[in-house]
């Protein structure tokens, strides 16, 4: 025995909140088993109660609009269709016999009675039961305090949404094989300034890093122009960049030549020889500031942090269901949105590597996910998500990392923009914000 739905509400005669639900099974039509059960008596089902408030939420605004008040025009009553009684820890339905008990025909449920009783009936106890289990969930999450605030309703967050620490990868969705997961074999703890990777040449884990053109020399060049041609060469000769500041006040924080160019960021990984403090790994350790989903007058949830953020610095993931593009072309086709806000392409690495598209996967953040899920869009956002690879063989299977676009303002809304696209950026050449701190790059070649 399980709820399907709920459909009604009201205070009984003790002044308690009661919800109506009906319950599953194979039952004669018209006589589908009903009962009446308080918030408590349904933790079980609170996705379905929470679903029952919104719904009601809705078509109270709808009617109010449309100024149309339907009238009580039956009687109400306290028991539908059976009796329900306990047994052995299971509610159960005792079939009825006894004439005395009162039914009614499930069609006609909701009757006008019920629901003109149920829009004057306070639901206060069991919102603030469906904002205790989303708290309790958020405190279940490692990293600093995740904060749910609503100073607009008495809505919460869905609770038919999980949150995830990784992504989960779904049917037909596969890492590329572990044994291409190398590390960094040259690399050691303390190679001088006890960073862990210290040069760039001697880092495996940046073979396939962007080349820092610009600091092409006499000797580099004619190696680079050689790579363009399409010819073997040691890509380890070219200059390259590590991704993060390693010292100062930015420590930590993705250096311009990466926060502007979005090249995709390769961290040090379990099989690295430089060890667990090397300062190439930033994204892997997780969130490290705390987070507000916050409720917005016409965006629905948002998110926002209490603390100042620095350029550069990394907010989260952006994770959920890693799903195939046949599936995400299922899911689309089965959403009655014609935009699905959270479905993210997995395709930075695919046209280098000639993927077609039915071979890209995508990652599904609706109902599995993390606290970025809840980012809305802005066309000029002070948010940007980059690629971040910690097995450079694996061009399908990558993590989409938030990191702060400017320094952001404590409690400013976090955003980025849902139609960014790289290389659009790239050939427009838009103008990076300010860095305040000019560019110490880690690698002391
Ligand atoms: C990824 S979700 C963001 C979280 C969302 N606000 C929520 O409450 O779940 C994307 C959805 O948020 C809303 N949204 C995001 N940015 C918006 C904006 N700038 N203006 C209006 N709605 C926005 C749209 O409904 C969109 O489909």
Redesign the pocket.
């Known amino acids: 025995m399980y709820v399907t739905k709920i459909v009604c509400n009201r205070i009984n005669s003790d002044g308690l909140e009661q919800f109506l639900v009906v319950w599953a099974g194979k039952y004669k039509r018209h006589s589908v088993p009903l009962s009446w059960h308080s918030i408590n008596e349904l933790s079980s089902c609170l996705e379905l109660v929470q679903e029952y408030l919104d719904n009601k939420t809705r078509s109270a605004s709808d009617s109010s609009r449309s100024l149309t008040v339907t009238e009580p025009t039956s009687r109400d009553i306290d028991v539908y269709n059976g009796v329900l009684e306990v047994k052995d820890g299971f509610i159960k339905i005792k079939a009825c016999t006894d004439a005395g008990v009162d039914t009614i025909n499930s069609d006609d449920v909701p009757t006008p009675a019920m629901l003109s009783r149920a829009r004057s009936s306070a639901t206060s106890t069991a919102e603030d039961r469906i904002r205790m289990e989303v708290v309790r969930r958020l405190r279940g999450l490692p990293g600093p305090p995740i904060i749910l605030l609503n100073k607009i309703d008495r809505s919460s967050?869905p609770l038919k949404f999980q949150f995830i620490t990784q992504s989960i990868l779904r049917e037909g969705v596969e890492k590329a094989d572990p044994a291409t997961m190398t590390g960094c074999q040259k690399c050691r703890p303390h190679m001088g300034q006890n960073i862990g990777c210290e040069y760039t040449k001697k880092c495996d884990c940046l073979e396939y890093a962007a080349i820092d053109v610009k600091r092409l020399n006499d000797i580099t060049k004619p190696i680079y122009d050689r790579y363009i041609a399409g010819k073997d060469v040691d890509l380890s000769q070219l200059p390259k960049r590590f991704p993060y500041f390693s010292n100062g006040d930015n420590t930590g924080c993705l250096v311009p030549f990466y926060l502007n160019e979005r090249h995709p960021i390769y961290e040090c990984n379990k099989y690295c020889m430089c060890g667990p403090g090397c300062k190439n790994r930033i994204v892997q350790h997780g969130r490290q500031v705390d987070l507000v989903i916050f409720k917005?007058k016409?965006?629905?949830?948002?998110l926002k942090s209490t603390q100042g953020l620095r350029q550069g610095q990394f907010i989260d993931t952006y994770r959920g269901e890693i799903i195939t593009d046949a599936e995400a072309t299922r899911r689309e086709k089965a959403t009655s949105?014609s935009?699905n806000?959270?479905l993210y392409s997995l395709d930075k690495f695919a046209e280098e590597n000639e993927l077609k598209p039915e071979e890209l996967y995508v990652v599904d953040?609706e109902y599995f996910g993390g606290p970025t899920?809840?980012?809305?869009?802005?066309c000029e956002p002070n948010c940007r998500q980059y690629t971040v690879s910690y097995n450079k063989h694996d061009v399908r299977v990558y993590e989409i990392a938030f990191f702060a676009y400017r320094n952001i303002e404590p409690s400013e809304e976090l955003?980025f923009d849902?139609l960014d696209k790289d290389e659009e950026e790239e050939e427009e050449g838009a103008p990076p914000p300010s860095q305040e701190k000019p560019e110490v790059a880690l690698d002391v070649n």
């Open positions: 967050p917005t016409d965006r629905g949830w948002g949105s935009l806000s959270y953040g899920r809840f980012m809305n869009h802005s955003t849902y």
